[in-house]
């Protein structure tokens, strides 16, 4: 990774076009979080704070670091988005500086730029990190149990009202992508519980490819659908030979009759055979054939032939059995495949270069950016694998209940709208997984969508159709046919008029650009 260290730094420009208010001591607690200036900003950007604040009385020396940014347009300055970036243990910065900030680094620039599409122009948007470990968000306490964590976020959530208390009357928007989908709801669901003593209103909780669902139903059942939607796209377009394996494996496994159910209405409570509940898909195992070694679950030096695929979707004890989902996506990226699967946009070639998040992590470990936002010196890693790998496998030890079963159908009925959202070219999160989810979920008194979620239509401003959805009963779903994983990367002005359209205003909201 190159560090860019040689040019030098450019007053910010601050524009608000709401100005916030002295906190209520009139004294000046936020003014010591103030962005004076960034390094490479030579243009106009909103008016922002970072640092690292406490969570609070309980939690010790433990600080969450934020970035703040003052909502550009009128109509956004009543609204705050707090954003959540999945891993688990990913920075939230990898949001702002890639995604929908107002400073970004999009595709391979190496430079940050003005995103003329910034998430600031619907609202104010916090970024925070978390949990402890994550980015630049430093501490000691037990980071790898999702209540101390879910707990340690809601608390900080109130020191931070403390220091900006103009914020806690705003529309609250709790909004995630990817891993978010598991705990986030948790945390909405807390702020829920809370509510009198953070004295906040949350009005929505967004999801966007995420996985808030039954996992096996989210990956396994339906990577055949996805793989059939895109069979001629670069990276899944394989030799017959090893397609028909995994359209037998997904038969064998009794899928094809599951995604049958996604019907408008649903008929009824949707089953998939072995009852699987956490990660993995837990069938009846068959008996391996002699010779074979069950922890060989991959390609990686191994051979690539159909019996070896098949063997892998029956047998593999990694990720669990009846698994067509990572048999095919390991199969994708083995170096004997030599293909350039990128399963976060089917259409890009490659796994390393699409996103190319390599500018925006050297511009976070300079020292000039590191003490205008008020970070601790020190390296900043865009997720913390370690931490991310033990969250995931307590996940899995503990199988918290996906938040489709009550969590979320709970927040709905507390009268918080819930968004979810998903590119069509993603194949780490499937669209047709969201699909299987919300047509066995019950929420405002009946199960799933009564109507295909195609009925609304997003254009973009030369008038082509860049998303399509539907909401019923206080939820939503859009998916976006021009991106993958990261939604607002790949479709900026896209997700952009989702969020002022669906989200913050409302479904009937006129539609403004300035
Ligand atoms: C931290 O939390 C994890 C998950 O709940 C638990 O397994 C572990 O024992 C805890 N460690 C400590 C030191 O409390
Ligand atoms: C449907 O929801 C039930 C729990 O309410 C769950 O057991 C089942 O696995 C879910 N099915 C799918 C396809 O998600
Ligand atoms: C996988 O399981 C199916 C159904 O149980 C079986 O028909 C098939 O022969 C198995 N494949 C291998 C390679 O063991």
Not at 43 to 50: E, L, T
Not at 61 to 90: H, M, R, V
Not at 137 to 144: A, D, I, L, Y
Not at 458 to 472: A, C, T
Request: glycine share 10%; with cysteine.
């Amino acid at each position: 990774m190159k560090f860019l260290v040689t040019v030098a730094s450019i007053a910010l420009l601050a524009v608000g076009a709401a100005g916030l208010p002295p906190d209520r001591n009139g004294g000046n607690a936020a003014d010591q979080y103030l962005v004076k200036s960034l390094p490479q900003v030579n243009f106009k950007i909103p008016k922002s704070w970072a640092g690292s604040l406490k969570v609070g009385s309980g939690f010790g020396t433990d600080s969450l670091f934020f970035w703040l940014w003052e909502a550009e347009t009128q109509q956004g300055k009543n609204d705050l988005i707090i954003w959540f970036n999945g891993g688990p243990a990913c920075s939230s910065l990898l949001g702002l500086f890639k995604i929908h900030g107002p400073v970004i680094f999009p595709k391979a620039a190496t430079k940050p730029q003005r995103n003329p599409y910034s998430w600031t122009r619907g609202a104010n948007v916090l970024y925070i990190d978390q949990p402890i470990g994550t980015g630049f968000s430093t501490g000691t306490s037990n980071n790898t149990d999702n209540e101390h964590n879910t707990a340690a976020v809601v608390k900080w959530l109130d020191s931070f009202f403390n220091v900006f208390p103009e914020m806690r009357s705003k529309k609250i928007h709790l909004m995630g992508e990817s891993y978010a989908g598991v705990f986030l709801p948790y945390i909405a669901k807390e702020v829920q519980a809370q509510k009198a003593t953070l004295k906040v209103k949350l009005s929505t909780l967004s999801l966007g490819d995420a996985f808030w669902g039954n996992w096996a139903a989210m990956n396994n059942v339906v990577a055949l659908a996805y793989i059939d939607e895109h069979r001629l796209s670069y990276g899944t377009n394989i030799p017959p030979i090893m397609y028909n394996v995994l359209k037998q494996g997904d038969k064998d496994c009794g899928f094809p009759a599951v995604r049958a159910q996604i019907t408008y209405p649903p008929s009824g409570p949707i089953h998939i055979p072995g009852n699987p509940s956490g990660a993995n898909f837990k069938r009846n195992a068959p008996t391996p054939p002699p010779g074979y070694i069950p922890e060989r679950c991959d390609f990686e030096g191994g051979t690539n032939t159909p019996e070896r695929l098949a063997y892998i979707i029956n047998y593999t004890t990694c990720y669990g059995i009846c698994d067509p989902y990572d048999a095919a996506y390991n199969y994708y990226l083995s170096p004997s495949a030599n293909r350039e699967f990128q399963p976060y946009n089917i259409n890009e070639h490659g796994y390393d270069n699409l996103y190319s998040d390599g500018a925006y992590i050297a511009y976070l470990n300079r020292a000039d950016v590191q003490s205008a936002i008020h970070t601790p010196h020190i390296q900043f890693n865009p997720c913390n694998d370690d931490l991310g790998g033990l969250l995931v496998s307590n996940d899995r030890r503990i199988q918290p209940q996906p938040p489709a079963y009550t969590i979320v159908p709970n927040l709905i009925s507390q009268g918080v709208k819930v968004h979810i959202f998903n590119g069509i070219l993603d194949y780490v999160i499937p669209h047709m997984g969201q699909e299987l989810v919300l047509q066995n979920t019950t929420w405002g008194g009946s199960q799933g969508f009564s109507r295909p979620p195609t009925c609304d239509v997003l254009r973009n401003s030369k008038g082509q159709q860049v998303s399509q959805g539907r909401e019923e009963r206080g939820m939503s779903y859009y998916t976006f046919q021009n991106a993958g994983h990261r939604v607002a990367q790949d479709d900026p002005e896209g997700s952009l008029q989702w969020l002022i359209k669906v989200v913050v205003r409302g479904p009937n909201a006129a539609w403004a650009w300035s």
